[in-house]
């Protein structure tokens, strides 16, 4: 899942923190209906004017802008408590992604997209009552080979949920075909399974016998207790589900252009497109690639399942942006435990 650059595709609710900054080239505005008493009549309408001098090729995936594929694209509160996110988080791999992950904005240009959210949080379970909606305007803007990480700031709605609050499910995508075609990518995949349980056990008795003041520990978690990374890393070393899948099978179309691997948060089930067979065993670690280059099998699997066992979420991604994090970002998201657990495989492994 990380072996290229990559970007962070959505914030779980949690407090914005650097490398994104604010900026007012890209202004979002969002209307919809100030009450309705079904889900089904929660359509929304969010417009992204560029204020900029040039053209914005600004990638779509997990925010407002993607219409196409069911990524958290708002953040829902009622009564100030988030509503649970319930479609897929997703992690993209910058070099692999091409134009069609973009949408490109011209100066002066309003891009505007249509959404519908009903399957896409846990409305029956907050109960009726008046809803807050406020777009995912965090962009990653692509110029001249880098990617600017930019947060605008976003109006939101307030709609009024009287009634039919059933929970509606995601719909399987028929024409999804079986990418894995061959023996070989079903072993893959439990081979890494195997590798991420590991790097989650190692990484778990290294904390427990260096404690909180380690400096690789400081790095990647800072002021947190020990106790809060362990648990997060032991229920990946302990997984046992036997109802969790771990599929090559795109059910639900999300193996767009550069995404390499997706949780499913209503089921925790999790899905490998064709470019996470490109990985390298974690013993590569020991061999010829590096933390920071992202390729290792184990610490994208152990990601995907942070997701599915912890909630965790994907805030940002690269190493050296993962340690820039607070410490409350950092717990929470999955990259800081895919660096952190394969820097100790090779530090004490290798």
Do not use: W
């Amino acid at each position: 899942m990380f072996f290229r650059p990559l970007v962070a595709l959505s914030l779980f609710g949690i407090a914005l923190a650097t490398p994104f900054k604010r900026s007012d080239n890209l202004v979002v505005s969002l209307t919809g209906p100030s009450s309705v008493g079904s889900l089904n009549d929660l359509k929304f309408t969010a417009s992204v004017t560029n204020n900029g001098a040039e053209t914005a090729k600004v990638l779509r995936y997990g925010t407002i802008l993607d219409d196409k594929l069911p990524t958290r694209s708002f953040t829902v509160t009622k009564d100030g408590q988030v509503v649970d996110f319930t479609g897929i988080k997703m992690t993209v791999s910058l070099e692999e992604a091409d134009d069609t992950a973009y949408t490109f904005i011209k100066p002066g240009e309003t891009v505007t997209v249509n959404h519908e959210v009903a399957n896409l949080f846990d409305f029956a379970a907050a109960g009726a009552g008046k809803f807050t909606f406020e777009p995912v305007a965090n962009f990653v803007v692509s110029a001249d080979s880098a990617f600017n990480k930019i947060a605008a700031a976003p109006s939101t709605v307030e709609v009024e949920v009287t009634g039919d609050l059933a929970k509606r499910e995601l719909s399987l995508n028929k024409r999804a075909v079986d990418i894995c075609t061959t023996a070989s990518r079903k072993s893959f995949i439990d081979a890494s399974y195997s590798e991420a349980k590991t790097l989650a056990s190692v990484s778990s008795s290294y904390v427990s016998s260096n404690g909180a003041t380690d400096s690789l520990f400081r790095a990647y978690f800072k002021t947190n207790s020990a106790s809060t990374v362990t648990r997060v890393l032991n229920a990946v070393a302990s997984e046992n589900s036997g109802s969790r899948t771990l599929s090559c099978v795109d059910s639900f179309g999300a193996c767009s252009s550069g995404v390499i691997a997706y949780t499913l948060i209503s089921t925790t089930n999790i899905y490998f497109c064709g470019i996470f067979f490109n990985e390298v065993a974690t013993s590569g670690l020991c061999s010829g690639t590096s933390v920071a280059s992202r390729n290792v099998r184990g610490g994208t699997t152990l990601h995907e399942m942070t997701h599915a066992t912890s909630g965790t979420d994907d805030i940002i991604y690269g190493c050296a942006s993962d340690q820039g994090l607070s410490a409350g970002n950092q717990v929470a998201n999955a990259d800081n435990y895919n660096c952190f657990t394969t820097q100790v495989y090779q530090n004490t492994r290798c």
